[in-house]
């Protein structure tokens, strides 16, 4: 009888080749390489759908709330501030902004020329950051898919983002176009990607908390923690957003036996002491919080509430891009809860049921509380807009369970191949997009500062350079994106300081000159009224410069304004 080929054991089975220490060092190489490749492809898809994002803004009249409210000015001016070397005596909002909002700004300001630029790129890092975050969601709810199939996840995320984002054109802030506010950088967007943060450890302590020894659990619930700290601190919105809702998810798991009651505690342990040292940090800083976040809670006005948000739906449903936006909302909140059915019924990977559950919960939290609370302020629902997001990669991934139980599990180079097809064809986007995004963001200047740049430039009072007084509105932007010889201080109607997201540093021995008549302020008494007939009137475009140097209305100008700062600044602990 013949000896069997080198090649098959004597039984006839194929020998298995054994590596040579060089050949697996080389096979990893390339394994390496190729997911690398990937990841990069997916990347670069993620930034041109970033970029098509930002790009529909600019052309839109968004773009005024990209660049000129009054809100969005808040990041350039603190920049301006500290490259101007002022003491940090900033007014914030119950918001504070310190993480990540400011940190982030001033890094795009670092590598960019203008505010407009460092604006734009902060809108598109956020929206990559996005995508990121969903990446680690799907890594932990997707575990044994592909790395193909993870990342065509996330980018089908952005992409929905990005659909929704494409919808909405309108410049105004308090309207149902929330996936927008995600590219604004003063719009909740750190405690947004928080929330996406705290999903994808949330369900990493999951997956991992039964393992023997569950060190990957307690590293990310250190995190956890450290995330619920920074964000409470900066945002407290991030207690009903994000901690809330988890909390409400696993407790109700829990009862139902499907989480394990150790990882609840766990869990709890790291958000509720985090948020808790939060908000025990934010008693320290104090005088940089301008209103108590309990000021904004009305359940008195929760019906009223209610009819409003009516009010703004039933606007946003006439158009048909309106109407496509709501329809692309109530999928993602169907998604959720028909998600949370599917996995509660085939009885799928815990991760699965916990994503599900926690978008559902999520969304009938956020939409339920700020109804109660009776706020009338559109931007606090912008979780109803990420939130799916996290449930849709969880019905991937009982998709992808389902099919591999049949006959078309086998149809993956189909999947390759429909996932090049589309990746493609964004990249190709993007490739169309990105030089005439980058040109318009370069060309971007605002006309309204340049008239009050010509009109200061030069002049002074008594040695000093000129300083002159406006309502929020009106001099924010100028500020922002004037000259550093312009020198703005905010005031009411009535000439008071107004501590409202601004440097009360400034108003310290101000000697105001001159005022800023925006054309849509609105003065209690008129304002020749109150400190009589200027010296000169300069038009500009949007509004007219006052000019009071050398009359009697400039004393009456500072002794307002200066008086009323001292005691803010006093009040809040800043100092005489």
Known sequence: MAAPPRSRLPDGRRRRSVATAPDDREARGTTVVRAAVVELVGFLTALSLAVAALRHVIETA??????????????????????LGE??????????????????????????????????LNGVVVLLGVYALVRAIATQVMPEASRLARIAVSVLALGVVTMLVLTESSATAQSMELASLLLLSTYYYGAVLAMLGT??????????????????????LVALGLLALATTTSDPLYVPWSAGPVLVTV????????VPWRVVGALAVALVGGSTLGYLLRIPLGPFVSLDPSTY??????VPTLGWFAALTDARAATSAGDVELLLLFLGSALSVAGTVWAWRVRTARTVLVACVLSTVTVVAVSVGVVLAGSETS??????????????VAVAELVRTRVRRTRLHRAGRGFRLVCGIVGACVLVLGVAVVPTTVS????????????????VAGRSVDGRPVEGVGQFWTVRPLAAYGTDSVRLLQVTDRFSAYAWMTNLAPYRDAHPTYVLIGTRDVWTTPVQDALGDPAAIMHCSGYDIYDYAGTRGAAILRGSVVDTATAIIRERGFGG
């Open 199 to 220: 999903a994808a450890l949330v369900l990493r302590v999951v997956r991992t908390a039964s393992r023997p020894v569950p060190a990957t659990a307690w590293g990310a």
């Open 440 to 455: 318009a963001v370069r060309a971007a200047t605002y006309t309204p500062a340049t008239c009050l740049d010509r009109w």
């Open 379 to 392: 931007r606090y629902l912008e979780p109803i807009v990420t939130a799916p997001l996290i449930a849709l």
């Open 62 to 83: 968004r773009v005024q709330l990209l660049w000129y409210d009054g809100d969005s000015v808040l990041l350039p001016m603190v920049a301006r501030s500290l490259r």
């Open 87 to 120: 003491p940090f005596e900033w007014a914030m909002s119950p918001t504070l902004f310190f993480f990540p909002e400011v940190p982030v700004y001033l890094l795009c300001a670092a590598v960019t020329t203008t505010p407009q630029a460092a604006l734009a």
């Open 251 to 258: 407790v109700l798991l829990a009862v139902a036996r499907r």
């Open 297 to 302: 809670v009305h359940p008195a006005m929760a």
